[in-house]
């Protein structure tokens, strides 16, 4: 089980919003049994129909449900629950997903641990732990998500400017190697010179592009 946490942009102002996503898996087991395959015969043989409920700060609000079926939203103690109904066929993973509002002043929460065989892993942007124990874990920010991603996508304008870089310093060589030439073209040598000037410019356009971003 691995549970992902990121947050979503259009909050309202004085809130911040988040998207869970609890991923089940159903691998394929040989030997197994009836019971565990399925002795219900609303679900066919092998489709694992799991109750997962998330379990939230008592103060979110606006909680919608993207992926899974609803069956109820309530309160436990201090805190909001929602529970949702997933089924994930034999040799598959499913996901159930829900958004979520809290305050702006919420800066972390507490994870507990599930008290499961097999930890359940969290993706809280990018940090990654499991609840093997009991920990206070920042929420993760729009901004610093918006970073990583950016990081990880490959820089477009910085590249263009590169490569116009260098094909204007080639012309400017070219220029210099026509002009040195006995027979120098001077009309081609500066049309060469217009060009490399034009793609320098060209250039900068592209760096501050990529600065802007």
Known sequence: TRVRLEPVEGAAPGSRRFRATATLEN??????????????????????????????????????VLAADLSTIGTDGPTTVANLWLRVPEGTSGDATIEFTVPSDLQSVEVLPS???RPTTYEFGPVSFTDQVARSVALPSVPTMLSERRAQQPQLPEAGALIVFFMSLVLWVHRSRRLSAPDADLDAAAADARLAQALLLFALALTFLAATQ
């Open 27 to 64: 691998p394929v087991v040989d030997p197994t049994a009836p019971y565990v395959d399925s002795l219900n015969r609303f679900v066919p043989v092998g489709v694992h129909r799991a109750f997962v409920t998330f379990t939230l700060p008592g103060g979110v609000t606006d909680i919608e």
């Open 115 to 117: 008290a499961r065989v």
